[in-house]
């Protein structure tokens, strides 16, 4: 894995972070900081360089937002499959573009404003607080960061772990949605049940009401954050906005409750909500 | 950031979209000396960003000068959906012969730039998806290539047109996806756009939404905050950088997230409190950061407890702990505030606050906090 934009103040702290928690972080990229090292790590001028010494297929970017487009077309003419884009404040045009350039080259895109990744007690790609995470047979999918380690924290508090957690990123538009990762759950034998964490805006969520009907036969718990919203107010990430009526906690929580997902009120619910689902699956 | 109809419709017009002839006025004797140079009937229109403005009384016929400036009289300094008119746009009336709709947007689920046009315009697109959904013609546009005329003269001629019309309403749509590529726009929408008695077209309501996050490469844009924010918390806010909304309760809110944040305000009124504001401090947290957030919150004057609900992911919460005892102190701060802080380097911020008489909550779950500035709300409240 490589680290864009590993020279700066969030860049060498995540990865010091990273290394702690076991991530096998091979280079890291700062245009004009080649040579210099970070937490032990040697740093490269471009993508290719730090490429030609050492293999990888990943990256994590803290580019900041004004050029965090040409990193992310960087990393994909250099051949990394997939792309975890923790930046926020993309413009939304530049973000655009960089879905549509992965989806060209079949890379895999987190985020942008994204927390990442995490395979707790293996690996993390991402910012999110290892200690809130313990292995075990439970994947959550979230749009916020920080609600989706207060609902990770919960069910490790309760010795529930978790199998895989990330985040498909705050912003309007995102590389991958909830459909494409509840496939992925769907297929993985070691998740046995699926925590979506939503909130207000966008249409992510009825995607997934809609594809969970058809396509997922583990039990689906979720939450969706801004019950108590106002209408036409951006609530913090681009993408928390009910605009013309659209994308209402009531119309998510409506879908999802169709679609026969359990759908809890507030976060500290997800404890006896998985619990209750994983005695059933067992029994 | 939403423009005012008055500054779109000079994107648009500088771009080659063509709209109605006109002029912003700020005073009656300026409206009337417009609609004397216009030397037609001319509608009046209150500059305020908000939609619905017609049904609300914000826009006016007036058939000579005197009646121009007798109604920016009562149009100006009243407040329309809940926005101060301090500008009204004085334009020709068009003799009207069919009005359409055309807008370019973001689909947030495809990630891609769409066209919308419909035959029928001058309602609400909502409106106009719900009467006669068959006629909304939608169009995904690839990022790289953009708008091709001919994908934009499809599109005209699916909404039945030919001719010189179909060539004059297809260069329109054409211009307007330009704007919005080159404003870094959310939302470029012509509705109604006019076909007149003559047969020319113009752009008689205009509508862009411009990216917040793409404002920095736009110098051509002014932002003038005061003009577009009326509440001073949220001015202040967002002249701070800081996402912001005031609700109408009387606890304070940080979220060191989005999403933290939401849950906050909505855990908050579970419990029977009232959220006075949302506010995310993104993963910006530094001392002078919280600092800002606190003093925003606290101008508040409705505010009697403060609820902060931290995670130290990319944030460092150390920093975040010593702005928020720091704020206490140099205001002498009398109110209740709680904080429950968690993640990378917690031991370090809960000894901070703790050492400083801070109420921290050292557990993950919002609720426990959310419950306790609840209880220390209502119990201020007895005294």
Redesign the interface.
């Known amino acids: 894995m490589i680290v864009q934009g590993i020279t700066g103040r969030?860049g060498s702290?995540?990865t010091r972070?990273m290394l702690n928690y076991g991530t096998k972080i091979v280079a890291g990229v700062t245009p004009g900081k080649g040579g210099q090292t970070v937490e032990g790590i040697p740093v490269y001028n471009t993508v290719r360089e730090a490429l030609r010494e050492h293999p990888a297929d990943s990256s994590i970017s803290f580019v900041p937002?004004?050029s965090a487009k040409d990193a992310a077309f960087e990393a994909i003419n250099a051949g990394l499959k997939l792309l975890v884009i923790?930046t926020?404040?993309?413009?939304?045009?530049?973000?655009?573009?960089i879905?549509?350039m992965a989806e060209r080259y079949g890379v895999t895109v987190l985020g942008p404003n994204t927390?990442g990744i995490i395979s707790p007690g293996k690996t993390k790609l991402g910012?999110?607080?290892?200690?809130?995470y313990t292995p075990g047979e439970v994947g959550i999918v979230?749009?916020?960061?920080?609600?989706?380690?207060?609902i990770a924290?919960?069910l490790?508090?309760a010795g529930i772990g978790q199998t895989t957690c990330l985040g498909i990123g705050?912003d309007?538009?995102?590389g991958v949605?909830f459909v494409d990762i509840l496939k992925m759950f769907e297929a993985d034998q070691d998740t046995k049940a699926i925590v979506i964490?939503g909130?207000?805006?966008?249409?992510?969520e009825e995607?997934a009401a809609e594809f969970i009907k058809k396509h997922v036969s583990k039990p689906v718990v979720a939450?969706i954050?801004?019950?108590?919203?106002?209408l036409g107010?951006?609530?913090?990430?681009?993408?928390?906005i009910i605009e013309?009526?659209r994308g209402t906690a009531e119309t998510k929580i409506t879908a999802l409750h169709e679609a026969g997902v359990k759908v809890i009120?507030?976060?500290?619910e997800i404890v006896s909500a998985i619990r209750n689902m994983l005695k059933r699956e067992s029994t | 950031m939403r423009l005012f109809e008055f500054e779109a419709k000079a994107f648009f017009s500088s771009n080659g979209i063509p709209v109605p002839r006109g002029e912003v006025v700020e005073t009656p004797n300026e409206a009337r000396d417009v609609a004397k140079s216009l030397q037609k009937p001319v509608m009046l229109k209150a500059q305020v960003l908000a939609g619905m403005r017609g049904k609300a009384g914000g826009v006016k016929l007036a058939r000579n000068p005197v009646e121009a400036e007798e109604f920016s009289k009562q149009l100006l300094g009243t407040e329309i959906c809940g926005c101060k008119v301090r500008k009204l746009l004085v334009e020709e009336y068009l003799d009207v012969d069919r009005e359409l709709y055309l807008s370019v947007t973001?689909d947030?689920?495809k990630?891609?730039?769409v066209v919308i046009a419909s035959p029928e315009g001058g309602i609400?697109?909502?409106e106009i998806a719900l009467k006669s959904p068959e006629k909304l013609i939608q169009t995904y546009v690839?990022?790289?290539t953009g708008l091709e005329p001919v994908v934009a003269r499809e599109i005209v001629k699916k909404m039945g047109f030919t001719g010189d019309l179909l060539l004059k309403i297809s260069q329109t749509l054409w211009a307007l996806y330009k704007v919005f590529?080159k404003y870094?726009a959310?939302i470029a929408e012509i509705n109604p756009l006019v076909i007149t008695k003559n047969q020319e077209v113009s752009a008689a309501g205009a509508v862009l939404n411009l990216?917040?996050?793409?404002l920095?490469?736009h110098p051509e844009v002014a932002v003038n905050p005061e003009e577009r924010i009326e509440d001073p918390v949220e001015l202040k806010a967002w002249k701070l950088g800081i996402?912001y909304?005031r609700?109408d309760g009387d606890i304070g809110t940080i979220?060191?997230?989005?999403?933290?944040?939401?849950?906050t305000?909505?855990?908050v009124?579970?419990f029977g409190g009232r959220?006075a504001n949302?506010l995310?401090t993104?993963?910006r947290i530094t001392q002078e950061h919280i600092e800002n957030a606190l003093e925003i919150v606290t101008m508040n004057p409705n505010v009697r407890a403060i609820l902060i609900n931290m995670?130290?992911?990319?944030n460092?919460i150390v920093e975040g702990a010593r702005g928020i005892v720091k704020f206490i102190r140099e205001r002498k701060l009398q109110i209740p505030v709680v904080v429950k802080v968690?993640?990378?380097f917690?031991d370090e911020a809960w000894k901070i606050l703790e050492e400083a008489g801070v109420d921290v909550i050292k557990?993950?779950?919002?609720?426990l906090a959310a419950q306790r500035i609840v209880q220390l709300t209502q119990a201020g409240e007895t005294h």
Do not use: W
């Open positions: 969030v702290v995540q972070l937002a004004t923790i926020e404040h993309i413009p939304v045009h530049d973000t655009m573009k879905k549509a927390p910012i999110m607080p290892g200690n809130l979230a749009r916020s960061a920080t609600l989706s380690y207060e924290g919960n490790t508090e705050g309007m538009v995102t949605t964490v909130e207000i805006g966008r249409t992510v995607e939450y954050g801004g019950r108590h919203a106002p107010k951006r609530m913090g990430h681009a993408g928390a013309r009526g009120e507030c976060p500290m | 973001i947030s689920s990630g891609k730039p609400e697109i909502e690839d990022v790289f590529e870094d959310v990216d917040d996050d793409a920095y490469r996402p909304v609700l979220g060191s997230g989005a999403g933290l944040a939401i849950a305000v909505d855990l009124k579970h959220a949302f995310d993104g993963g995670y130290g992911g990319i460092p968690r993640g990378n917690e557990a993950t779950q919002t609720e």
